[in-house]
């Protein structure tokens, strides 16, 4: 019996430690299950968004491409993000009336959301930022007349009388507030004024807007007033600096030249991320009357609206319902005389606005009757990389000294070329001095003179 009772005694003792294993084994499967699970995480989130602005915004945002959109009372910019309410899942309202096409910015999500870690319970991701309101674009686009805040009065005043005081070139360059930096290698590179060549008279100004994120760059306004005390060449106007305002800015420009600089010769206007040979374009020059109509470009033609939501061009049927815009110059640089420039002034102030300004001088053109001409030295595409050479690098002085303008090129990449050109030991075989006799009037080889292509056939180009 004591045996007996020895040996219960001891089988007691196993099953209760057998039990407690697996009451302990229960409880860590069930730790591990609510853990998987995610109920022991806070149900309130804090997300912090990056700016969904392109390059031409500001200063530290990224893109503005940049920046770029309209006044409150007339159109609306990409929406730069701020801090959400502490709250589940919220969204921000987009900033006043309306807010720009979602190409860049999506992109630009897309790119972050590659370094976070997805979740298990993430939804269908949020859109970067609303579509743009083109019908509150339509109800405000006749607010066409903005006040100038910064003005150079004196820009086209260069000493005797008027007309021979004109300058011979101005050159306008468009502008955000925050690209002080693009601004500053402009004005040390192409865009330096002073005398040229036969004594031709170069001006220059940049074309600004109000900046539509004033909390990204603090005392934007303190910085355009001093920049424009130590280099008089800023002109500012009171609508917001978007995408869709830069056909205002536009119409404002070519009024400025009319009341301001009537005499002017000859203009380039251009973008601030260009390459621009400015001796060619005296070249190209010689001969040509101011007095007379001249438009001159990389001209696209049998161009179709584009209906692709995501796309920064996008255009719905009820704002443009034709199937071809008329034929336009790439908005990266052109030149245009005196003359015509007077003559766009007028006839912009009877079409309609367009949200695309490239676009809306070409339909400036039309009105008038002037067929803007193409030149092979513009390149706003960039410079294509030859097929039969994949690998010949583009970025070379030797094709960029024979050319005008070239588009799109980075701050340090300006500042390199235009060292690289100017250097007296630069030596390029088989090719002859640009400056060694005018440029030709011509096109491909066994391309008629005035012949046009569709832009729409050209191979992809490369950009730098």
């Not at 109920?39 to 912090?48: H, S, T």
């Not at 170069?202 to 005392?219: E, K, S, W, Y």
Request: with cysteine; glycine share 8%; charged share 25%.
């Amino acid at each position: 019996m004591v045996t007996m009772r020895r040996i219960l005694h001891v089988k007691g003792d196993v099953m209760c430690t057998m039990l407690l294993l697996v009451l302990f084994c229960l409880l860590l499967y069930a730790r591990q299950v609510v853990l998987s699970s995610g109920w022991d995480r806070p149900m309130w989130k804090l997300e912090i968004h990056g700016s969904t602005s392109s390059s031409r915004t500001l200063l530290g945002t990224s893109g503005a491409k940049v920046g770029q959109e309209p006044p409150g009372q007339f159109l609306s910019s990409p929406s730069e993000s701020q801090l959400p309410p502490c709250k589940p899942q919220s969204k921000s309202k987009p900033p006043q009336l309306k807010s720009k096409p979602q190409a860049r910015s999506k992109g630009k999500s897309k790119s972050r959301q590659k370094n976070v870690a997805p979740t298990k319970t993430a939804g269908k991701p949020l859109p970067t930022m609303p579509p743009f309101d083109f019908e509150g674009y339509l109800r405000e686009k006749d607010n066409r007349d903005f006040k100038m805040l910064i003005d150079q009065p004196e820009k086209c005043h260069i000493g005797g009388a008027e007309e021979e005081a004109a300058p011979y070139m101005l050159i306008a360059v468009k502008s955000i507030a925050a690209d002080f930096d693009k601004r500053q290698v402009v004005r040390r590179t192409w865009g330096k004024e002073g005398l040229f060549q036969n004594g031709v008279s170069i001006r220059t100004v940049f074309l600004l807007g109000v900046p539509r994120n004033r909390t990204a760059l603090p005392l934007w306004d303190r910085l355009l007033t001093y920049e424009s005390q130590t280099f008089r060449d800023i002109l500012l106007w009171d609508f917001d600096d978007t995408f869709f305002n830069l056909t205002l800015k536009e119409t404002h420009f070519l009024k400025w030249v009319n009341s301001s600089c009537p005499h002017v010769k000859f203009i380039f206007k251009g973008d601030a991320d260009v390459y621009v040979n400015v001796e060619n374009i005296l070249e190209m020059l010689q001969g040509q009357k101011p007095d007379e109509d001249l438009f001159v470009g990389d001209i696209i033609i049998n161009a179709k609206p584009i209906r692709r939501r995501s796309s920064k061009y996008y255009v719905p049927e009820f704002i443009y319902g034709v199937g071809l815009y008329p034929n336009y110059a790439g908005g990266g640089g052109f030149v245009m005389s005196g003359h015509t420039a007077r003559r766009l002034s007028s006839a912009c102030q009877q079409v309609e606005l367009f949200p695309i300004d490239d676009v809306f001088l070409g339909m400036c053109l039309q009105l008038i009757g002037i067929k803007p001409l193409r030149h092979q030295g513009f390149r706003t595409f960039g410079i294509p990389r030859p097929s039969a050479a994949p690998h010949l690098q583009t970025f070379d002085p030797c094709f960029y000294r024979e050319l005008m303008v070239v588009h799109s090129l980075n701050v340090p990449q300006i500042w390199l070329m235009w060292n690289l050109l100017h250097d007296p030991k630069l030596t390029c075989h088989n090719r002859t001095n640009p400056t060694s006799q005018p440029f030709k009037w011509k096109g491909r080889v066994g391309e008629a003179e005035g012949e046009e292509t569709d832009y729409g056939e050209k191979q992809v180009f490369v950009t730098h």
